[in-house]
């Protein structure tokens, strides 16, 4: 019996959350913290947490990393993410590994993949990211569906970048056609200068609303950075900060919060970084 109620209320929550971020499999994909704190921005954001989404970023990697990042959604541990990353550039482009694991015994999501990102021009650059998600929910058994995601980015100016992703993230309680969902996220970062990037980006998927998200990242100190930003759907409120560490350790911390179901932090820490953004 207690292990039935454990199971229901895991199941339940996990749909409560779903509701507030828009689509279930939209809010398993993403663990990074520096993301989470500039209100879950992706398509300019380059950032070895988000390979499985925007792979672009492994095209400025210059040497090996390894990263480490971990979730705690909405107070509960029935729900935590925990994430684990590896890259390495080579001569054309760079290519990452990534391993996600979402929930608890009673309802598990485990995405794992592998990422390749390379430079077409000067200012356009490609990811491709292929990978398998496998769920889980206790007495109903599981299902694994392959995913494919695409990004690209490019320079309008020194100071424009825009990003565009598309995201296969399997199907959402409303099938359309039995069709895998699909998530789309457009942006464009700012740089008014080297301290200061402003990020700006619209998400939408086949059944939800129009997401928006605006959010800024500002360099205080050599090695500290200040994140904040909001998004409309369910007034989201984020932010967070990260420093940097004799260039071989990043840490970053995360926070959002919802007037409904509360705040989520998260945190992380990547090896050996060398990133040019």
């Known amino acids: 019996m207690e292990k039935s109620r454990c199971s229901n209320f895991c199941i339940a929550t996990f749909v ?5 971020s828009r689509s279930v499999a939209q809010s398993n994909e993403i663990i990074s ?3 989470m704190s500039l209100a879950s ?24 990393s390894a990263g480490l990042q971990y979730e705690n959604t909405v107070g509960l541990s029935e729900l935590q993410k925990t994430g684990l990353i590896i890259a390495k550039p080579f001569k054309i482009g760079g290519v990452g590994l ?36 496998n769920i889980s929910i206790q007495s109903y058994g599981s299902r694994t569906i392959t ?10 100016s020194n100071k424009t970048t825009y990003g565009l992703t598309v995201q296969s993230i399997g199907k959402e309680y409303k099938e359309i056609n039995g069709l895998n969902s699909l998530l789309v996220c ?35 100190l050599k090695s500290f950075y200040f994140r904040t930003g909001i998004i409309t759907s369910n007034r989201q409120i984020c932010g967070g900060f990260g420093c940097v560490i004799k260039e071989k350790f990043r840490f970053d911390f995360g926070s959002t919060w919802q007037s409904v179901i509360g705040v989520s932090i998260q945190g992380g820490i990547l090896f050996l970084v060398n990133e040019s953004d």
Request: glycine share 8%.
């Open 16 to 20: 409560l959350t779903s509701i507030f």
């Open 41 to 64: 921005c992706v398509s300019t954001l380059n950032d070895l947490t988000l390979i499985n989404v925007n792979p672009v970023s492994l095209v400025r990697l210059k040497k090996f």
């Open 147 to 156: 995913q494919l995601s695409l990004a690209f980015q490019g320079k309008i």
């Open 186 to 220: 457009m942006g464009v970062k700012y740089k008014p200068s080297e301290v200061l990037h402003f990020y700006s980006e619209i998400e939408k998927t086949l059944t939800s609303p129009v997401r928006v998200k605006i959010a800024f990242e500002y360099q205080a």
């Open 33 to 35: 913290a520096r993301s």
């Open 98 to 133: 990534g391993f996600q694991s979402f929930g608890c015994n009673s309802y598990r999501v485990i995405n794992s993949g592998v990422d390749y990102g390379f430079k077409l021009t000067d200012d356009f650059f490609l990811g491709v990211h292929l990978g398998l998600k």
